[in-house]
């Protein structure tokens, strides 16, 4: 079954501290996509980060970094150099193509960062 | 370019009454996906839709929710004589199915909250 894993409930950092968020997943498909969302406490969904399966490289957006192990069904986010803005939820999601696109997400990790 | 617009932000219903939650998909986006997330929870996948077609709907309860995405206009929530437990965000994203890269992959509304009284 299709399925995404985050196994830390909630961590805290402290600033200025690199940070790596482990997501893994569960699919069949050979064909997907491997997202990173942020919500603050204001509740709304920020896109931060998206891997396709084919893209032979990490992924990387300023601060932010997706440690992509294809074999080790794995999607980990590295946030460099935290920031006290950091501290939000954050959700790994995965894109399953070759189930007419269907997005499912995971049960998120709580990242505290500590000034 | 507006984003994907969801109204109402806040509702607030008695047990029994019927809760309707709109989603304007971006401009150029064909698809629309729904889900639900309860407080200090992550995000349940309820139904996924293009206009006037349902793709998926494996998350949606068997009873007194349905959604549709009608040719004109937004695409529609209904939780017909709600409970206590309907109470959560109710989050709507869009999608353009062709030419996704990245970002623009699924944009996300500000989320419904509903409120079962």
């Known amino acids: ?115 | 370019n507006a984003g994907v617009m969801q109204n109402p932000r806040h509702l607030v219903r008695r047990r029994g009454q019927e809760a309707r939650l709109r989603c304007s998909p971006m401009k150029g986006h064909s698809h629309v996906y729904w889900y639900r997330q309860l407080p200090e929870e992550g995000l349940k996948f309820m139904v996924y839709l293009q206009k006037e077609n349902i793709i998926d709907e494996s998350g949606m309860p068997k009873e007194r929710f349905s959604a549709e995405f009608p040719k004109e206009g937004p695409s529609i929530l209904r939780i017909q004589q709600v409970v206590r437990g309907d109470s959560a965000a109710y989050f709507c994203a869009s999608s353009p199915r062709q030419g996704r890269s990245g970002a623009n992959v699924l944009t996300f509304g500000a989320g419904s909250r509903l409120t079962v009284l």
């Open chain 1, 1 to 115: 079954a299709q399925k995404i894993t985050q196994t830390q409930p909630g961590m805290f950092v402290q600033e200025k501290e690199a940070v790596t968020l482990d997501c893994t997943y569960d699919t069949s498909d050979q064909s997907y996509g491997l997202f990173w969302y942020k919500q603050p406490s204001s509740g709304e969904m920020i896109f931060l980060i998206y891997q396709g399966s084919y893209d032979e490289q990490n992924a990387t957006e300023g601060r932010y970094s997706l440690n992509f192990q294809k074999a080790r069904k794995s999607a980990n986010l590295v946030i460099s150099a935290s920031q006290l803005g950091d501290s939000a939820m954050y959700f790994c999601a995965m894109l399953m193509e070759g189930r007419d696109d269907k997005i499912i997400f995971g049960k998120g990790t709580r990242l505290h960062i500590l000034p």
